[in-house]
C-alpha cells in the first residue's frame, strides 16, 4: 500500500487475513508512506518479489501514467489503484474501485439500469461514474461545491457513454431521489444534509467514508429505512480483485479478509 497519509489504511489487515486463509505463509502486504513524486523512483527499485501495489490518494494518476498497460476501466476513469507486476517485469494498471462498488451495489439489490446521483467531483466520483455505467445507468446526476469539478467530469462520463447532468451544492438536499447515492465527498462535507433529505422507498446510500462512523448523512438514512453502505464495504470490495490479481488465488477468501476488516475497525473505533 501506497500513498500520504496511510496510518489510518485497514489495507494491510484485509489482505494478510487473505494471505493466511489462502495458505500463502511466504506473502505479506506492507505500507510506505510515498507522495507522488516519489512513486516513479519508489516503483522502479522494487525487486521481482513484489508481485504488486495498492495505491491510494494522491498516487493514483501517477500510477497510471507509469504502467505499461492499463485496463480500459483504468484509462476510462483517468487513475488506478491498483499495479501488477507483469511477466516482462513492467506493470499493469487497474482501477478495482468500479469493480468494487458495482459489487456492493448489486449485493444491496440495486435494480438494473438505476438512476444515479454522485456527491463530489474527485477521483471516487470518477470511479463513481464508470460503476454507474457497468450497472447500465445512462445518465448521472452530479452534485458538487465548484462547478469546475463537474466540469472535469465530462470528459470521463463522455468515454463513458453517460449523460452528465449538474447540480449546485445548495441544492444537494433535492437530488437523493435516486435508486442510488453515492457520497464521495470528504468527512463533514455532507452532515448539514442530514434531517434535509426526503428520502424515498427504494434507495440506496453508499457514503464512502467508514471514519468516523456512521456519518450524520448515514445514520439519517438509516433512520429512515433506506439502506446503507459504507467505504468499509468498498474497501473491501475493491481489495477482493486486488488479493486475486496479485496472487492468482479465485476466489479470495472474502469471509476471513471481511472478518479481519470489520473486527479491526470496531477495535479502532472503541478505541
Known amino acids: 500500500m501506497c500513498g500520504q497519509p496511510i496510518a489510518h489504511s485497514l489495507s494491510p489487515v484485509i489482505h494478510n487475513a487473505g494471505y493466511a486463509a489462502a ?27 513484489w508481485a504488486g501495489l ?31 507486476r ?18 456492493v451495489l ?6 438494473p439500469s438505476p438512476s444515479v446521483t454522485v456527491l463530489g467531483g474527485g477521483g471516487t466520483a470518477r470511479a463513481a461514474l464508470a460503476a454507474a455505467a457497468q450497472l447500465g445507468a445512462s445518465a448521472v446526476t452530479v452534485v458538487t461545491r465548484r ?41 463533514g462535507a455532507a452532515d448539514h444534509l442530514a434531517g434535509q433529505v426526503a428520502w424515498r422507498d427504494g434507495t440506496v446510500l453508499f457514503d464512502a467514508i467508514y471514519d468516523p462512523w456512521p456519518t450524520p448523512l448515514a445514520a439519517d438514512a438509516q433512520a429512515h429505512g433506506v439502506p446503507v453502505l459504507s467505504g468499509l464495504d468498498l474497501l473491501l470490495a475493491q481489495a477482493l480483485s486486488q488479493f486475486e490479481q496479485f496472487t492468482g488465488v479465485t476466489p479470495a477468501p472474502e469471509e476471513a479478509m471481511r472478518a479481519a476488516l470489520f473486527a479491526a475497525a470496531a477495535a479502532r473505533q472503541a478505541g
Open 23 to 49: 495458505g500463502l505463509p511466504d506473502w505479506a502486504y506492507s505500507s510506505f508512506e510515498c507522495a507522488e513524486a516519489g512513486l516513479a523512483s519508489l516503483v522502479s527499485g522494487l525487486g521481482p518479489e
Open 147 to 187: 462547478p469546475s469539478a463537474r466540469e472535469e467530469l465530462v470528459p470521463v462520463a463522455e468515454t463513458l457513454g453517460i449523460a452528465l447532468l449538474g447540480v449546485s451544492w445548495d441544492l444537494a438536499g433535492a437530488a437523493f431521489g435516486a435508486d442510488a447515492v453515492v457520497s464521495t465527498v470528504p468527512k
Open 106 to 111: 448489486r449485493d444491496a439489490g440495486l435494480k
Open 54 to 84: 495498492s495505491l491510494t490518494m494522491p498516487l493514483k494518476e501517477e500510477g497510471l501514467r507509469l504502467a505499461a498497460v492499463a485496463t480500459p476501466v483504468a484509462v476510462a476513469v483517468g487513475a488506478a489503484n491498483t499495479l501488477v
Open 86 to 103: 507483469r511477466d516482462d517485469g513492467t506493470w499493469q494498471a487497474d482501477n478495482t474501485d468500479v469493480a468494487g462498488m458495482v459489487r
